[in-house]
């Protein structure tokens, strides 16, 4: 079983920049495909973006394509969402969470594992 505990979240202005991380514990990282997730006040948790296990192919969202990027060590075992020209609309509690995968794979659902979140604000 893999433990997840994400950091990195703060507040940033619109357009800035944040890299939010995220460390695995207790299984090796690269057993799973990882996502990244998040929640704004009142609304659903949807996804962001996903990696696969050796990192060789990633998926995003559409409206964060091109600003927002997931990456991953598995020798650190941390996975990474590099997000640029952040807008207020993406003030939430990101999440990164895992599950097993086969070779290739890119899942945006059925993820077992979750952290506990970091915040992101962004402000106008």
């Known amino acids: 079983q893999v433990q997840l505990t994400e950091s990195g979240g703060g507040l940033v202005q619109t357009g800035e920049s944040l890299r939010l991380s995220c460390a695995a514990s207790g299984s090796p990282m690269s057993d799973y495909a990882m996502g990244w997730f998040r929640q704004a006040p009142g609304k659903e948790r949807e996804f962001v973006a996903t990696?696969?296990?050796?990192?060789?192919?990633?998926y995003v969202r559409d409206s964060v394509r091109g600003r927002l990027r997931i990456s991953r060590d598995n020798i650190k075992n941390v996975v990474y969402l590099q997000m640029n020209s952040l807008k207020p609309e993406e003030a939430a509690v990101y999440y990164c969470a895992a599950r097993t995968a086969v070779t290739g794979e890119l899942p945006v659902d059925g993820y077992r594992y979750w952290g506990q979140g970091t915040h992101v604000t962004v402000s106008s």
């Open positions: 990696i696969t296990r050796a990192a060789t192919r990633t």
